[in-house]
């Protein structure tokens, strides 16, 4: 088995910031592509960040400039640095892996942790 958890959501006033973390367990061969989306009430859920096994990242335009991506091998987490928060900013959070789990490769997906910012 293998889990996602995320942490480090919250409620944090407009132009302020958090830090979001994920850590995956379980039966781990390897992670490949891990990333972080977001689904505000009423809307689907959308690409927030990805980053390779290799660090190279991928930005949605909303959070360009504003958030930052990293992972940890070591630790088998990814984190999500969010800078200068808008009420727009405002969903659940889920974090997402392509793991090989010495079976095969599947996709992951964390509970989700809520981050609400208040104008």
């Known amino acids: 088995q293998v889990q996602l958890v995320e942490s480090g959501g919250g409620l944090v006033q407009s132009g302020g910031s958090l830090r979001l973390s994920c850590a995956a367990s379980g039966s781990i061969f390897r992670i490949n592509d891990m990333g972080w989306y977001r689904q505000a009430p009423g809307k689907q859920r959308e690409l927030v960040a990805t980053i390779t096994s290799g660090g190279s990242t991928n930005y949605a335009d909303s959070g360009k400039g504003r958030f930052t991506i990293s992972r940890d091998g070591a630790k088998n987490t990814v984190y999500l640095q969010m800078n200068s928060l808008k009420p727009e900013d405002t969903a659940v959070y889920y974090c997402?892996?392509?793991?090989?789990?010495?079976?095969?490769?599947?996709?992951?997906w964390g509970q989700g942790t809520q981050v609400t910012v208040s104008s």
């Open positions: 997402a892996a392509e793991i090989n789990n010495y079976r095969t490769i599947s996709g992951y």
